[in-house]
């Protein structure tokens, strides 16, 4: 059931990643994060009132934030951390890179988190799994031979660099959720709140030192109405991915894997509507990645 959870967090994952695309285009990244992050805060704060005001109401609907003490702020606020270091990252990279050439190689974060679930959790892929991985990566390597078609170098762009520094903090939070949700048992809501809650204290903060460094910062950005739907889209997709985290035979080396399925609206829903280049180029290392994600999928059943 687990890996359905999966697909259903691909999905919510895929349309937030089109969201985000048409949020920061001609607009300052960071107050875009701010506002997006705001946006998923306020969309999980009626459950967090109702928690309060009416705990066994919460309960009885399974919506319920637990009351969390001094010790597991600071764990959640460790995952906040460095989801912000890897939205601002990725952000910026999207803001300046075809979605078709982000989204491809933040599909690469499995192999990332794939080493961490070897030497940290002790999962062990089965030879399946492993032929998977390896064709994912290569499909990432000819995507990165598309991208020089349309003039991106992946060794001397800095925002390249930027987006592959964004899936090493975010497969580090990958890996971290499974000690949250696993090892420490809190409820996906729960780490969801306080997560916001956190972060949007952090970008709050790097958009004030901005603000008083040019008062300017602030004034050219475009309201949107997919602003508040990546950070609601964003909520749905974490908490089908906690829900699926929450079993205790899921791999976080799979559920990450699976969970880059969005690619597939990426480019070619996402490619459609900017009308990026080379669409049809893309296909072959895409439907590597697809191969990829089916050999995982299937060894997992």
Request: aromatic share 14%.
């Amino acid at each position: 059931m687990w890996i359905y959870y999966g697909l259903l967090a691909a999905l919510f994952l895929g349309f937030h990643g089109i969201c985000k695309k048409m949020s920061v285009k001609e607009n300052k990244v960071i107050p875009v994060l701010f506002l997006t992050t705001l946006s998923g805060l306020f969309f999980i704060l009626p459950i967090f009132i109702l928690s309060r005001i009416a705990p066994a109401t919460a309960q009885d609907l399974g919506i319920y934030i637990e009351t969390i003490g001094p010790k597991d702020h600071l764990l959640i606020c460790i995952k906040s951390l460095l989801m912000t270091c890897s939205w601002i990252l990725g952000y910026s990279a999207l803001k300046h890179l075809p979605i078709s050439i982000v989204s491809p190689i933040r599909a690469a974060g499995p192999f990332f988190t794939l080493l961490g679930a070897l030497f940290i959790y002790g999962e062990t892929p089965s030879p399946v799994q492993w032929i998977g991985f390896c064709i994912i990566l290569i499909s990432m390597w000819l995507y990165s031979r598309v991208g020089k078609l349309e003039g991106i170098h992946f060794t001397k762009n800095r925002w390249i660099i930027s987006i592959v520094l964004a899936t090493l903090f975010g497969s580090s939070s990958g890996l971290y959720d499974k000690f949250l949700i696993q090892y420490q048992n809190y409820s996906p809501l729960t780490v969801q709140f306080w997560f916001f809650f956190y972060v949007v204290i952090m970008v709050g903060g790097v958009l004030t030192w901005l603000i008083l460094k040019d008062q300017n910062h602030v004034k050219d950005t475009s309201w949107r109405w997919t602003i508040p739907m990546v950070g609601i889209l964003l909520v749905l997709a974490d908490y089908s991915y906690f829900r699926g985290l929450q079993d205790p035979a899921a791999m976080i080396m799979l559920l990450s894997a699976v969970k880059r399925c969005q690619i597939f609206i990426a480019v070619f829903i996402g490619g459609w509507i900017f009308k990026e280049k080379n669409r049809k180029k893309k296909l072959i290392p895409l439907l590597g990645v697809f191969i990829g994600v089916l050999l995982i999928l299937f060894a997992t059943v």
